[in-house]
């Protein structure tokens, strides 16, 4: 080729490239690549339906509408329409859609085989295996459930009952020892609050706005009583060690050290008393003499709130015409009924009882199952007394232990008794969603139904003043393998012939709502949720200053440092984990990588020597050690650290295992003066720099 | 064939002695595994993404970034100094303008292997023609550092055309006297786009008001440092291309460019940097006690803790102002060790200038309640760099044993 | 400096009561199941969590026990004068359509992260690897929101998705769809909210909420002094909440600084 004969052939070819397609078919198919990878996820389309259920994951039972495209549930959208929850929605409950199909979640019964790995097992198997464990049990069955709301607990029971064991549990919560409490100052219903009406509410160590009660509603309520850019018809006043989501909603926050709810309560009543509330009932001298000696200055020595916050505390709740005083726990379970019996008693000064906005004498949930337990007799039996006399040997260990929408191993403490009592039980079974670590624990695992996948209730939960009523309806086909465990446990009766007076979860949640007096076909077709103002005639209150002094004597925290613990919604609970599309809620002052982090103030920070970011070891009375890291916020009491509640998991998935520490592995059991409840004692720890 | 000479001796530019051939590739060797090490982590970065880096959403431009502008403006000396070569016809400037040209090259083409590292869909990198955004600044330098990037290109091809080998082809012959002919109209083309697009770059950081650290204002739509951006690479840019030169006759052990050569490059990039501090301390003055201050902020806040800390703002304008009265001061400057000094201070200078508003200037929280984060580069990041600098190394190498780069070689080592 | 500011009939925009927001990110969480934001299997490095909406902790920076707390959800501002669309060469975000909202396009980004560069709120976020759905968790996406790839910026969008249906069943009743009644179309944080701190609607409307709300003395917006021009509003009636909106020097006032016509 000579030169001229190359340059046509250059010139040539580099106008035929231009001109050919080659080039910009090239280009536009590089879009089109570079935005349909195959490894990427296309979107479904297909018909959208909105559908109004309520939640079974989120303890409050918010209601909401479930979006499903194509028969599948890809939202759950806050149901304006619910009576209970006017549209409010948690951070877990927003997250449900997604939880359902979660890499946690249970696909398939599985059987633990002898070389102890898990071997999926098909339905028929798991029943006939279920069947035949329960009735070579006998009568040694105990059971356990983790969800108080349900009327699946009355099939529980009932079988249980004509199987000749009484030896069905509801998990710890906060309604034990409020029941105790409300008894014992003479409460004869169930104790409820009527927040919304409420124009000022003091809540100790209950937080209202994240975790206490109906969490969804009392949020909904809070959005009511303050228009936006407006005057609030509501103050809300929070006690508690730390400025949690709770206080930045508050109006005044009361810094209180961890474990002296009573002496503020005490405080609180005595500067009540000396206002001139002197609500009259039984004992009301000798209480207030009690009282007496909390002196503000006493109480702020104790609970570290300063004096003057103590009194404009008192002082709003003395001028309200509606106040109502809330005692909680932070933990929402193995709380004192101390607390709550003062709480009581504050509001019996400040005549706040069965009074719109005060508390509220409720009737109990009623049962409708043949041979069911009642509600209330349930609330007042102690899992953790059972768990802790079979772990010492002092019972003898349940040939068939069933656990039913709980994680005792991940939220009782260890001391509970809980591992030993799994592993001395003949035979465990799990009815779960989500592979927690009870699961891994139980020699058979049963994949249950969600809420919006199966038919459930949501009896009136705890911290509510009205009596509700909502089902949960299947709105969507249960993930994978995955049961309603409502049918499955009402199979199982019928198997062994056993007697329920339902035969089936409709005709259980007709019989409740008929019972109730709620418009069953409305809310089975449309979602309806029933709600009613159904106050008791007046219970004969009294100001029970014994069981009050004698509760008030419990030991105080020890060590140097006290740990504040933290719930929040966005973490799941511990039946759930951290939902997939939570972790991002998780904050860095909670999570920093595999670390849990304990917030101190500068001062803390400053005795302990550490910065934000060193990693920090903290040793429990228990002699349980973590590692955490430090962050500094000066929200929060001296000599104090807080932990965020919810992780530390061992189980479920890559969204929650092996992310920071279980706080309640510090805690221990304790009893309670004078009640005897085994409460979660968060005794001080020991810290220093790692 | 004369067997006390490299196997490739015929190769080599006439006149002049080079190592052995086993030396040079053991050389090569120790490179090629510099380079395979940044390929390793360019595969993975293209493979898997830009999570393999150690920026975040915070740190949107890093190491990267700032390796891109910091050799854009050192490479700079391309386009200054061919422009006073060819166009100024200051003619001793021959005798380096094919080093500054290849330097050039080297700087931008490496800018571009990194940019495409960068950019999160490099198959749509042509986007910026296609769908090009006139309001950005950057817009305008993808458009000018892509041609200028092929005028790079036309100005290093006759230099290896003009290896002795291929010079005896009369075709090439040709070619490279062609090439030649048309260097003043490449040059002015380079002069014209590398001026604009130098500015751009500093321009880029200039609009971003919602960057107090970054913002200025500025003379129509260009900001005070799209000006700063062009004085600081023409002081910087033949400086650099002198501090390589020295390089090479340190490590070759050869006298390639004489001193006054040297000493007229040093006079070019010195003038200009006189122009630039003056500017660049009005207007970090200007910044500090007037602009910020309409924004709510104090200068204090625009620094924090150690590595974030004030140094590196004293530091940056000291590299500066001293190589400026330094150089001015004759008995000095002709002291080769303060020369090559005062040289590589101000492209430190620049450096960090580079550095500071691209990692600084992001790590300025505008947020009150934002916090500062601190960025540090991964070994993906500076492995890629290294790559660049490899491959910059190659080709200098290789131009240098093959190609006729220093006119005055020859002469300068007559023994 | 810089290009003309668009004039829009419509301005959708958002007023967040900041003392109503008690931070329990309800509205992340339905924000990113609306948009088909992939989970996080770490989110506590919020330096690569991708989030289009996110709930910063302020603080009043006074020691214990003086010390108080606010909650401030941050979605995209939807900038006025917005500092990212000039920058983007490429134009994959742009600031057009009646509304008012900065359109964010993924398959047209060639991921510079210039506009992430530019925006003082932090409101752009990056995919840095690819978005993963493990295990079955992809069967949750909704129909409405495209999933992005590896390598290209993503921001809030206001649901703009939700404007379009808004739009649609509008004309569907016959009604002007450029003349939507208050509360037709809402963003998914805003009805996540159980505490009502977010409320939505067109700034322009005196028929909507939003209209009045901005007006009010405890309104302000983030960073109003660099000239962005938000349209995401905030109130708080806390003195040191709005001090925290901005930077301000020592003497400067809150509400003086930032009136500039």
Redesign the interface.
């Known amino acids: 080729m000579d030169r001229r004969g190359f340059l046509k052939f250059a010139a040539g070819g580099t106008v035929g490239l231009v001109a050919s397609p080659i080039i910009w078919n090239t280009l536009y198919d590089a879009v089109y690549w570079t935005q349909n990878w195959g490894w990427i996820p296309r979107l479904k389309k297909g018909e959208s339906e909105y559908i109004p259920t309520v939640s079974k994951l989120c303890p409050s039972g918010t209601g909401f509408v479930v979006r499903t495209v194509a028969g599948t549930p890809v939202r759950t959208i806050g149901d304006k329409n619910n009576p209970v929850t006017h549209g409010a929605m948690t951070a877990l409950a927003a997250a449900e859609a997604e939880l359902r199909v979660s890499p946690a979640r249970l696909k398939t019964p599985l059987r633990r085989s002898p070389d102890g790995a898990y071997v999926a097992i098909t339905w028929t198997e798991a029943e006939t295996l279920l069947k035949q464990k329960l009735q070579e049990a006998g009568s040694s069955v105990a059971a356990v459930s983790g969800d108080p709301t349900s009327s699946i607990n009355e099939v529980l029971t009932s079988i249980l009952n004509q199987r000749g064991s009484s030896d069905f549990y509801f998990m710890p919560d906060e309604e034990q020892p409020a029941a105790v409490a409300w008894e014992a100052m003479g409460g004869q219903g169930r104790l409820g609050y009527d927040m919304e009406n409420s124009d000022c509410i003091l809540a100790v160590g209950a937080p209202v706005l994240e975790s206490w009660g109906v969490v969804a509603a009392n949020r909904s309520a809070f959005n009511r009583t303050h228009p936006v850019a407006g005057e609030p018809t509501q103050k809300l006043l929070y006690a508690g060690a730390l400025q949690n989501n709770t206080a930045a909603g508050a109006d005044l926050w009361l810094p209180m050290k961890p474990g002296t709810d009573m002496a503020l309560l005490l405080g609180v009543a005595h500067l009540l008393i000396k206002a001139g509330k002197q609500g009259f009932a039984a004992g009301l001298a000798n209480f207030a003499s009690f009282a007496a000696a909390y002196t503000p200055e006493k109480v702020s020595g104790i609970t570290g709130v300063p004096v003057a916050r103590l009194e404009a505390a008192a002082k709003a709740l003395a001028e309200a015409k509606k106040p109502l005083v809330i005692a909680g726990s932070a933990l929402g379970a193995g709380g004192s009924a101390g607390p709550v019996m003062v709480a009581v008693a504050i509001n019996m000064l400040l005549g706040s009882v069965n009074r719109e906005g005060g508390l509220v004498d409720m009737p109990f949930p009623v049962s409708v199952v043949a041979h069911a337990t009642e509600y209330r007799e349930t609330m007042r039996k102690r899992f953790v007394n059972y768990t802790q006399a079979v772990a010492a040997g002092k019972t003898k260990a349940p040939a068939l232990l069933l656990v039913y929408a709980a994680n005792p191993l991940y939220s009782l403490p260890a001391d509970s008794g809980m591992k030993e009592t799994l592993s001395k039980a003949g035979y465990s079974i799990a009815v779960a969603s989500f592979m927690s670590e009870t699961c891994e624990a139980c020699d058979l695992v049963l994949p249950a139904a969600l809420g919006m996948e199966a038919f459930d209730d949501v009896q009136t939960p705890y911290g509510s003043g009205r009596v509700t009523y909502a089902l949960a309806r299947p709105v969507a086909k249960p993930f994978a393998g995955a049961r309603s465990a409502g049918e499955l446990f009402i199979a199982l009766a019928q198997e062994l012939d056993l007697e329920l007076g339902v035969k089936d979860m409709p005709e259980l949640l007709y019989k409740h709502a008929y019972a109730l007096g709620a418009p069953f076909r409305a809310m089975m077709d449309e979602g309806r949720v029933f709600t009613a103002k159904t106050a008791l005639p007046a219970s004969p209150l009294f100001y029970n200053w014994e069981a009050i002094r004698s509760a008030a004597s419990a030991r105080g925290a020890e060590g140097d440092i006290q740990v504040a613990p933290v719930v929040v919604l966005g973490m799941g609970t511990a039946q759930t984990a951290i939902p997939p599309f939570a972790t991002k809620v998780v904050t860095d002052y909670q999570l920093k990588g595999k670390y849990s982090v304990a917030q101190m103030n500068s001062a803390t920070a400053a005795k302990l020597k550490v910065n934000a970011g060193d990693h920090i070891r903290l040793v429990a009375g228990n002699n349980v050690e973590i590692t955490v890291v430090a962050a500094i916020f000066e929200g929060i009491l001296p000599d104090t650290v807080s932990l965020v509640a919810g992780l530390g998991h061992t189980a479920f998935d890559q969204f929650s295992k092996g992310k920071g520490s279980n706080v309640l592995a510090l805690t221990s059991v304790c009893r309670e003066p004078g009640t005897g409840l085994p409460v979660w004692g968060l005794a001080g720890v020991k810290a220093a720099r790692a | 064939m004369d067997y006390s000479k490299p196997v490739d001796a015929e190769l080599f530019p006439e006149g002049c002695e080079r190592c052995s051939l086993t030396k040079f590739t053991g050389w090569m060797s120790i490179l090629g595994v510099i380079f395979l090490w940044g390929l390793y982590a360019a595969v993975r970065v293209l493979g898997f993404g830009l999570g393999e880096t150690g920026m975040d959403d915070y740190f949107g431009f890093g190491l990267w970034i700032t390796f891109d502008l910091a050799v854009i403006a050192l490479g700079a000396g391309a386009f200054f100094t061919g422009a006073l070569r060819y166009i100024l016809n200051i003619d001793e400037l021959k005798n380096i303008v094919n080093l500054a040209a290849v330097i050039g090259f080297l700087c931008y083409t490496g800018a571009m292997m990194i940019l495409v590292l960068d950019i999160g869909q490099p198959i749509r990198c042509w986007f910026g023609y296609w769908y090009p955004n006139v309001h950005s600044m950057l817009t305008e330098v993808i458009f000018c550092i892509t041609c200028y990037c092929i005028v790079l290109i036309l100005e290093f091809v006759p230099l290896v055309l003009e290896n002795r080998q291929l010079m005896k082809r009369p075709f090439i012959h040709a070619l490279a006297h062609n090439f030649h002919v048309y260097m003043p109209i490449f040059a002015g083309i380079g002069a014209f786009l590398s001026t604009f697009h130098q500015g751009s770059l500093g321009g880029m950081y200039g609009v971003l008001f919602g960057r107090p650290y970054l913002f200025r204002e500025g003379f129509f739509i260009w900001p005070w440092t799209f000006f700063l951006f062009v004085l600081s690479a023409v002081s910087s840019g033949p400086m650099f291309t002198v501090l390589v030169c020295t390089l090479m006759e340190k490590m070759s052990g050869r006298k390639l460019v004489s001193w006054d050569v040297k000493q007229l490059m040093g006079k070019v990039g010195g003038t200009m940097l006189i122009v630039y501090t003056v500017f660049k301390c009005l207007d970090s003055w200007y910044w500090a006690t007037d602009l910020l201050a309409g924004q709510g902020l104090t200068f204090d806040q625009m620094f924090h803790g150690w590595i974030y800390g004030k140094w590196l703002f004293w530091m940056e304008h000291a590299f500066i102002i001293i190589p400026m009265v330094v150089l001015l001061i004759k008995p000095l400057r002709e002291k080769p060790w303060i020369f090559y000094l005062m040289l590589f201070l101000t492209c430190a200078s620049i450096t960090i200038n580079r550095y500071v508003l691209t990692v600084q200037g992001l790590a300025q929280p505008v947020m009150p309640f934002d916090s500062w984060y601190s960025y540090a580069p991964n070994w993906a990041e500076w492995a890629s760099c290294f790559l660049v600098f490899a491959y910059a190394a190659m080709v200098l190498s290789l131009a240098y044993r093959y190609t006729p780069m220093f006119p005055q070689e020859a002469e300068l080592n007559r023994k | ?3 003309e500011v668009k004039q829009f009939k419509i301005r959708w925009g958002m ?1 967040i ?1 900041i ?8 509205c ?3 924000c ?3 948009n ?1 934001v992939a ?13 289009w909406l996110t ?5 009043n ?5 003086d ?6 959800p941050r979605p995209c501002m939807q900038c006025g004068k917005p ?1 990212c669309v ?6 994959a975000t742009d600031k057009r359509e009646e509304g008012g909202i900065v359109s964010q396009i ?9 506009c ?7 409101a ?8 993963k ?21 993503e921001k809030c969008s206001f649901c703009h998705h939700r404007f379009m249906k808004a739009q649609e069943a509008a004309v569907a009743a016959g009604r002007d769809p450029m003349d939507l009644p208050d509360g037709a179309y809402i963003t998914a944080c805003t ?7 977010i ?1 939505f609607g067109d700034l322009n409307n005196p028929a909507h ?1 939003v209209h009045e ?1 901005i007006k ?1 003395p ?2 302000f917006r ?2 109003e ?4 021009d938000p349209q995401v509003y905030y ?1 708080s009636k806390r003195e040191w909440v709005r ?7 020592e003497h ?1 006032k809150t509400g003086e ?1 930032t009136k500039q016509g």
């Open positions: 400096m810089s290009s007023v009561d003392d109503k927001c008690t931070g329990c990110g309800a992340m969480v339905a990113q199941a609306e088909n989970p996080a299997v770490d989110g506590s490095n919020k330096l690569r969590s991708l989030n709930v910063f902790r302020l603080s920076h006074k020691p214990f026990p010390h108080e707390v606010a909650y401030l500092s000039a920058v983007c060469p490429v134009i993924p398959p047209r980004c060639i991921g510079c992260r210039y992430m560069a530019s925006c003082p709120y932090h752009r976020y990056f995919n840095w690897y690819d978005p759905w493990p295990g079955d968790l992809a069967q949750a996406l909704t129909p409405d929101v495209s999933t992005r790839m590896r390598g290209v910026v009805e996540a909210c159980p505490n009502g701190a409320t909420k709300l009010s405890y309104a983030l960073l002094r660099l000239g962005t109130i001090r925290e909106g901005d930077n301000y020097l400067e600084a």
